[in-house]
T-cell receptor, first 111, second 117 residues
């Protein structure tokens, strides 16, 4: 059974800092990995999708990497802003297009 | 971009009531939609896969008679929580992908917060 873990569970940083969120998964037989953002009481916003054949994807200040063989992915956020405060979830996509979600990292960017 | 609409966004009802939640893909067709449940401070757990024109596939431990899923068209899936009890109180979220194939990102609705008194 696939298990997805995210470290740290919570993170508080001052505005402007660069930061890295970590995601690890136990079964490397995945198709894709997707990073999401969830604001309190809200649904999910897709940030980046990395296909299993890719090593990284970039969108604006966000960069996600994938090392499928070691079962790891990182989400790098450059020049963090208070508006980046949210819970970040990674999810691995396996057979049947099913997503298995990680435990999440709650990020707070302070002024 | 692809938009998934979920309705209602918030439901409060008495124990024993059945509650229906709708998930619609507004600008694309989805042969498959997914239903998730999220308890406070926990991650999303897949409940079932909704397949257009056929029976839903439920994850282990999810009661199919408790959580009825109907996917009658390519743009609509419904989840009915039958005879809801306080332990069913949770945040329910659906997702859909614009096309089949594993390289399509999942798009999520805004979720439905269900509170059973």
């Amino acid at each position: 059974k696939q298990e997805v873990t995210q470290i740290p569970a919570a993170l508080s940083v001052p505005e402007g800092e660069n930061l890295v969120l970590n995601c690890s998964f136990t079964d490397s037989a995945i198709y894709n990995l997707q990073w999401f953002r969830q604001d309190p009481g809200k649904g999910l916003t897709s940030l980046l999708l990395i296909q299993s054949s890719q090593r990284e994807q970039t969108s604006g200040r966000l960069n996600a990497s994938l090392d499928k063989s070691s079962g790891r992915s990182t989400l790098y956020i450059a020049a963090s802003q208070p508006g980046d405060s949210a819970t970040y979830l990674c999810a691995v996509i396996g057979g049947g297009n099913k997503l298995t979600f990680g435990t999440g990292t709650q990020l707070k960017v302070e002024l | 971009g692809a938009v998934v609409s979920q309705h209602p966004s918030w439901v409060i009802c008495k124990s024993g009531t059945s509650v229906k939640i709708e998930c619609r893909s507004l600008d694309f067709q989805a042969t498959t939609m997914f239903w998730y449940r999220q308890f406070p401070k926990q991650s999303l757990m897949l409940m079932a896969t909704s397949n257009e024109g056929s029976k839903a596939t439920y994850e282990q431990g999810v009661e199919k008679d408790k959580f009825l899923i109907n996917h009658a068209s390519l743009t609509l899936s419904t989840l009915t929580v039958t005879s809801a009890h306080p332990e069913d109180s949770s945040f329910y979220i659906c997702s859909a992908s614009p096309a089949t194939g594993r390289n399509q990102p999942q798009h999520f609705g805004d979720g439905t917060r269900l509170s059973i008194l």
